[in-house]
């Protein structure tokens, strides 16, 4: 899969990416190295750190790692924000405005690993990244934010923490309300309901209960809005 998605990136209209997986453009099964192919295209392709300076309309590739990033429990540091922020210097100069999507990508293998640590730092990491977005958003008055998912990982819950009674009438356990206890139920995907969180204008659109794939139609009716 991760191979095909860096073929089908070569064919796509992006104008900028940045994350990691250098390994699935140029140590391919196939024998093709799509980091040629990417700056045949006219990318300035970098794969050790985000440039000091981006100008548009020159295109942007960053892949900083040969599979994953590392996660934020190991030192990734803001690169998330960061990126997010440059993305948006870049794609702004744009007269004709800018689509940008943003993943915290392993907020999901941090709910399979069931492993409550790494799910909360990479939630804190993508907060991050869209109070860029808002901040961004805020200044120009005229961008839509929108926050969501395509599935919760986990069956995650934020439970009350069980200590040792005081109370023998108790059976010895009690639950402490005054501080958490993360729990899983699973360490697939769950059909837990997911929030869908939006600002700006057309926002308004977003409220309610749908289907995931009427995500992509409100974001096109949002696009196509004159403004």
């Known amino acids: 899969m991760h191979e095909e998605i860096a073929a089908q990136l070569v064919g796509s209209e992006v104008d900028y990416f940045a994350g990691a997986g250098s ?4 140590n391919r099964k196939d024998g093709y190295n799509y980091l040629d192919s990417l700056t ?3 990318f300035n392709i970098d794969t050790v750190e985000l440039s000091s300076e981006v100008h548009f309309p ?24 960061r990126a997010t922020r440059q993305a948006i210097e870049y794609l702004s100069q744009d007269p ?52 969501t998912a395509d599935h919760e ?13 005081a109370d023998t009438s108790m059976m010895g356990m009690e639950s402490d309300y005054d501080s958490i206890s993360p729990t899983f139920s699973t360490g697939g995907h769950s059909a837990t309901l ?24 409100k974001m096109m009716s949002a696009v196509n809005s004159p403004q």
């Open 96 to 147: 004709d405005g800018f689509f940008l999507m943003v993943e915290g990508s392993q907020i999901d293998w941090g709910g399979h690993e069931n492993n409550s640590e790494y799910l909360i730092s990479e939630l804190i990491d993508f907060d991050q990244a869209i109070g860029v977005g808002l901040d961004f958003a805020e200044k120009d008055q005229n961008t839509l934010v929108i926050v």
């Open 194 to 217: 997911i929030p869908v969180f939006a600002w700006g204008p057309g926002s308004d659109e977003f409220s309610g209960i749908y289907q995931n794939t009427a995500i992509f139609d």
């Open 58 to 81: 020159q295109k942007y590739g960053y892949l900083l790692a040969p599979d994953a990033m590392p996660k934020m429990v190991e030192g990734r540091g803001d690169f998330l924000p």
């Open 40 to 42: 045949s295209k006219g």
């Open 23 to 26: 390994m699935f453009f140029s």
């Open 153 to 165: 990982t986990g069956g995650f819950t934020l439970s009350a923490r069980i200590i040792q009674s």
